[in-house]
């Protein structure tokens, strides 16, 4: 099989680590920007906003949401997440990859 050959496509893999309370408007978020498909999953940790034990159901836990979007998706999704980083403990990261999706 060559490369050519290979079924995949430049994509964008975002990952963003936040408190569980910004879910509903990260998800809102991503569906503004024709977002389809994401994965949820509940996470712990320590950062700079202290440490997240998954404790007690949605309180002082953390989420994380992956999904694959274009490079230009990703450009306006990471700008809206800024503004959020501010209120809440929130990090979000972006890998190149290449998708079937």
Known sequence: ?????????????I?????TVLQDRIVRLLKSHNVT???????QGEGGHGRRLSD???YNTN??????VSL???DALLCALKEEQG?????AFRHPI???Y
Not at 2 to 11: T, Y
Not at 87 to 91: A, E, F, N, T, Y
């Open 1 to 13: 099989m060559s490369h050519s050959d290979i079924p995949v496509e430049p994509a964008v893999l």
């Open 15 to 19: 990952t963003i680590i936040g408190e």
């Open 37 to 43: 498909g994401y994965t949820i999953s509940q996470v």
């Open 56 to 58: 007690i159901s949605g």
């Open 63 to 68: 989420i994380q949401i992956k999904t694959i």
């Open 72 to 74: 230009e998706i990703s």
């Open 87 to 91: 209120k809440h403990g929130l990090v």
């Open 98 to 100: 290449e998708a079937f």
